[in-house]
């Protein structure tokens, strides 16, 4: 008889199996120049923040966000994190040079540029080849390939789709 502990490694080994590659984006993509469309703009170049409001869209190589509201903070010159808002907020991005596709929503969404972290919340989906996590929270770690889902305390539970490999 398998104990819960013994499904769970099962699940994840599997997830893993079929799902790998899961997070990984163009290494070009950084290189490209950054678009930003909005409703509104208020930049404040002395604190390094620019805030984008109504149908914000980001554009940068194969990656695109669309937000209601997006946040982007500068250290210098160097763009550090873009916060984004919405109901919900929309990632995509080209994850491999066959074209695949990551898409990840929620209503915060949380790019933590130099560190290459994700972090989607509040009905948080990440979805990849037919593969897909939700949760309350999920942190998506890009460049290690690593994902981590979380449930809310009112009792939400994480939900994993994994679609079996084709024959």
């Known amino acids: 008889m398998?104990?819960?502990?013994?499904?769970?490694?099962?699940?994840?080994?599997l997830a893993n199996s079929t799902a790998s590659p899961m997070l990984m984006a163009l290494p070009e993509d950084r290189q490209q120049s950054i678009s930003i469309s909005a409703d509104k703009a208020e930049?404040?170049?002395s604190k390094g923040l620019s805030i984008y409001s109504g149908s914000v869209v980001i554009t940068q190589g194969s990656m695109m966000i669309n937000a209601d509201r997006a946040e982007?903070?500068?250290v210098g010159d160097t763009l550090s994190l873009i916060v984004v808002t919405g109901k919900p907020a929309y990632f995509k991005q080209q994850t491999n040079v066959a074209g695949d596709l990551t898409h990840a929503w929620g209503e915060t969404?949380?790019?933590?540029i130099n560190d290459e972290q994700l972090v989607i919340t509040k009905s948080a989906k990440l979805e990849q080849q037919g593969n897909a996590m939700l949760g309350d929270r999920i942190i998506y770690l890009l460049q290690q390939d690593k994902?981590?889902?979380?449930?809310?305390?009112?009792?939400?539970?994480?939900q994993m789709i994994i679609k079996p490999k084709p024959k």
């Open 43 to 45: 930049i404040d170049q």
């Open 109 to 112: 969404i949380r790019y933590q």
């Open 72 to 74: 982007i903070h500068q």
């Open 2 to 13: 398998m104990t819960v502990k013994h499904i769970l490694i099962a699940i994840l080994l």
């Open 147 to 158: 994902v981590s889902v979380f449930s809310n305390t009112a009792g939400q539970r994480v």
